[in-house]
Protein backbone atom coordinates (compact mmCIF):
# COMPACT_ATOMS: atom_id res chain seq x y z
CA UNK A 1 0.00 0.00 0.00
CA UNK A 2 2.99 2.53 0.86
CA UNK A 3 4.55 1.23 -1.97
CA UNK A 4 1.52 2.16 -4.63
CA UNK A 5 1.47 5.19 -2.52
CA UNK A 6 4.84 6.11 -3.07
CA UNK A 7 4.40 5.08 -6.83
CA UNK A 8 2.00 7.24 -7.40
CA UNK A 9 3.44 10.25 -5.99
CA UNK A 10 6.15 9.53 -7.97
CA UNK A 11 3.98 9.61 -11.17
CA UNK A 12 2.08 12.99 -10.25
CA UNK A 13 5.48 15.11 -9.59
CA UNK A 14 6.97 13.80 -13.04
CA UNK A 15 3.87 14.79 -14.53
CA UNK A 16 4.30 18.22 -12.69
CA UNK A 17 7.47 18.35 -14.06
CA UNK A 18 6.94 18.14 -17.01
CA UNK A 19 4.20 20.16 -17.37
CA UNK A 20 5.98 23.09 -15.91
CA UNK A 21 8.96 22.62 -18.27
CA UNK A 22 6.46 22.64 -21.23
CA UNK A 23 5.18 25.79 -19.98
CA UNK A 24 8.42 27.30 -19.60
CA UNK A 25 9.69 26.70 -23.15
CA UNK A 26 6.15 28.05 -24.50
CA UNK A 27 7.16 31.11 -22.73
CA UNK A 28 10.36 31.22 -23.82
CA UNK A 29 9.06 30.66 -27.01
CA UNK A 30 6.93 33.73 -27.18
CA UNK A 31 8.03 35.90 -30.05
CA UNK A 32 9.22 39.89 -28.13
CA UNK A 33 10.44 41.83 -31.64
CA UNK A 34 9.88 44.75 -30.07
CA UNK A 35 9.07 46.82 -27.09
CA UNK A 36 9.21 50.28 -25.83
CA UNK A 37 9.36 52.47 -23.18
CA UNK A 38 8.01 56.07 -22.58
CA UNK A 39 10.54 58.17 -20.30
CA UNK A 40 8.90 60.40 -17.97
CA UNK A 41 10.46 62.40 -15.53
CA UNK A 42 11.08 61.68 -12.06
CA UNK A 43 9.74 63.59 -9.72
CA UNK A 44 12.46 64.56 -7.28
CA UNK A 45 14.37 66.03 -10.88
CA UNK A 46 11.41 68.35 -11.47
CA UNK A 47 12.69 68.35 -14.63
CA UNK A 48 10.49 67.94 -18.79
CA UNK A 49 12.67 64.65 -19.27
CA UNK A 50 10.35 62.82 -21.70
CA UNK A 51 10.71 60.44 -24.68
CA UNK A 52 9.74 57.42 -26.24
CA UNK A 53 12.54 55.01 -26.91
CA UNK A 54 12.11 51.42 -28.98
CA UNK A 55 13.63 48.54 -28.49
CA UNK A 56 14.05 45.90 -31.31
CA UNK A 57 15.36 41.95 -31.00
CA UNK A 58 17.86 42.01 -33.97
CA UNK A 59 20.26 38.87 -34.81
CA UNK A 60 22.30 38.59 -30.62
CA UNK A 61 21.66 42.52 -29.39
CA UNK A 62 18.65 44.90 -29.45
CA UNK A 63 18.77 47.78 -31.30
CA UNK A 64 17.57 50.91 -28.97
CA UNK A 65 16.45 53.86 -30.73
CA UNK A 66 14.20 57.54 -30.19
CA UNK A 67 14.09 60.18 -28.96
CA UNK A 68 14.20 62.24 -25.28
CA UNK A 69 13.61 66.07 -24.66
CA UNK A 70 13.64 68.11 -22.25
CA UNK A 71 17.20 67.54 -21.14
CA UNK A 72 19.91 70.11 -20.73
CA UNK A 73 22.00 70.21 -23.50
CA UNK A 74 25.04 67.98 -23.37
CA UNK A 75 26.07 64.00 -22.68
CA UNK A 76 23.62 62.21 -20.18
CA UNK A 77 23.97 58.68 -18.86
CA UNK A 78 22.15 56.41 -20.63
CA UNK A 79 21.18 52.48 -19.64
CA UNK A 80 18.62 49.60 -18.42
CA UNK A 81 18.00 49.09 -15.14
CA UNK A 82 17.09 46.16 -13.56
CA UNK A 83 13.80 46.82 -12.06
CA UNK A 84 10.75 48.47 -13.54
CA UNK A 85 9.79 50.00 -10.63
CA UNK A 86 9.36 53.53 -10.64
CA UNK A 87 7.93 53.96 -6.89
CA UNK A 88 11.18 55.97 -5.55
CA UNK A 89 10.01 59.88 -6.22
CA UNK A 90 14.45 59.81 -7.37
CA UNK A 91 14.44 56.76 -9.37
CA UNK A 92 16.21 54.94 -7.17
CA UNK A 93 13.87 51.99 -6.85
CA UNK A 94 15.30 51.05 -10.36
CA UNK A 95 17.86 49.39 -8.73
CA UNK A 96 21.56 49.56 -10.37
CA UNK A 97 22.41 48.76 -13.90
CA UNK A 98 20.72 45.60 -15.80
CA UNK A 99 24.04 43.06 -15.22
CA UNK A 100 23.36 39.81 -15.66
CA UNK A 101 26.59 38.30 -16.33
CA UNK A 102 28.41 40.21 -13.02
CA UNK A 103 30.68 42.58 -15.33
CA UNK A 104 32.13 46.01 -14.09
CA UNK A 105 30.66 49.12 -15.64
CA UNK A 106 32.04 50.28 -18.77
CA UNK A 107 31.02 51.52 -21.73
CA UNK A 108 28.88 50.20 -24.56
CA UNK A 109 32.32 49.67 -26.68
CA UNK A 110 34.74 48.40 -23.48
CA UNK A 111 35.74 45.07 -23.49
CA UNK A 112 33.33 44.08 -20.08
CA UNK A 113 30.63 46.30 -19.23
CA UNK A 114 27.06 45.52 -18.01
CA UNK A 115 24.53 44.43 -20.44
CA UNK A 116 22.94 48.05 -19.58
CA UNK A 117 25.38 50.07 -20.48
CA UNK A 118 24.37 52.22 -23.49
CA UNK A 119 26.85 54.70 -22.74
CA UNK A 120 25.76 58.68 -23.27
CA UNK A 121 22.98 60.18 -24.85
CA UNK A 122 23.63 63.68 -26.23
CA UNK A 123 21.09 66.67 -26.51
CA UNK A 124 21.78 68.85 -28.72
CA UNK A 125 21.19 72.83 -27.73
CA UNK A 126 16.98 72.35 -27.31
CA UNK A 127 17.49 69.91 -25.07
CA UNK A 128 16.90 66.92 -27.65
CA UNK A 129 18.54 63.93 -28.09
CA UNK A 130 18.58 61.51 -30.98
CA UNK A 131 18.91 58.03 -29.33
CA UNK A 132 20.88 55.40 -31.64
CA UNK A 133 22.01 52.39 -29.16
CA UNK A 134 22.46 48.76 -29.05
CA UNK A 135 22.41 46.37 -25.56
CA UNK A 136 23.57 42.78 -25.63
CA UNK A 137 21.49 39.93 -25.61
CA UNK A 138 17.86 38.94 -25.66
CA UNK A 139 15.04 41.36 -25.51
CA UNK A 140 12.84 39.29 -24.18
CA UNK A 141 15.41 39.05 -20.67
CA UNK A 142 15.01 43.50 -20.91
CA UNK A 143 10.74 43.69 -20.41
CA UNK A 144 9.66 44.59 -17.36
CA UNK A 145 12.77 46.28 -16.40
CA UNK A 146 13.58 50.27 -16.86
CA UNK A 147 15.89 52.31 -19.00
CA UNK A 148 16.74 55.15 -17.07
CA UNK A 149 18.77 59.22 -18.51
CA UNK A 150 21.10 60.69 -16.15
CA UNK A 151 21.41 64.58 -15.21
CA UNK A 152 24.98 63.63 -15.77
CA UNK A 153 27.28 62.06 -18.05
CA UNK A 154 28.63 58.73 -17.70
CA UNK A 155 32.29 58.67 -17.74
CA UNK A 156 31.81 54.81 -18.70
CA UNK A 157 34.50 53.51 -15.70
CA UNK A 158 33.47 54.74 -12.45
CA UNK A 159 31.71 51.76 -10.91
CA UNK A 160 29.04 50.83 -10.21
CA UNK A 161 27.71 53.51 -12.69
CA UNK A 162 29.51 55.68 -14.08
CA UNK A 163 28.93 58.45 -11.88
CA UNK A 164 26.58 59.72 -13.86
CA UNK A 165 24.32 61.55 -11.30
CA UNK A 166 20.92 61.40 -10.72
CA UNK A 167 18.00 59.99 -12.70
CA UNK A 168 15.96 62.53 -14.41
CA UNK A 169 14.08 60.69 -16.64
CA UNK A 170 13.07 56.77 -16.06
CA UNK A 171 10.68 54.47 -18.21
CA UNK A 172 9.22 50.80 -17.82
CA UNK A 173 10.57 48.58 -21.26
CA UNK A 174 7.15 47.21 -21.93
CA UNK A 175 5.88 45.08 -25.05
CA UNK A 176 4.59 47.07 -28.13
CA UNK A 177 1.91 46.88 -29.86
CA UNK A 178 2.69 44.62 -32.80
CA UNK A 179 0.50 47.32 -35.19
CA UNK A 180 1.18 50.76 -34.67
CA UNK A 181 -1.84 52.69 -32.78
CA UNK A 182 -2.47 54.72 -35.87
CA UNK A 183 -4.51 57.73 -35.17
CA UNK A 184 -7.05 55.67 -33.04
CA UNK A 185 -10.52 58.22 -32.67
CU1 LIG B 1 21.55 54.55 -15.22
ZN1 LIG C 1 26.74 49.94 -15.88
New binding site residues.
Given amino acids: MKTTFVKICTVLVTLGLVTAARAADEHDALPVDEAVAVIVPTKASKSDTAGVIMLKQKDGYVQVTGEVTGLTPGEH?????MYGDLRADDGTS?G??YNPHGKPHGGPDSKEHHV?DMGNIKANADGVAKVSAKADGNLHHMIGRSI???GGV?DLKSQP??D?GP?VGIGVIGLAQPAPATAAK
Avoid at 77 to 81: D, E
Fill in positions: GFHIHAGHGVVHDSGAR
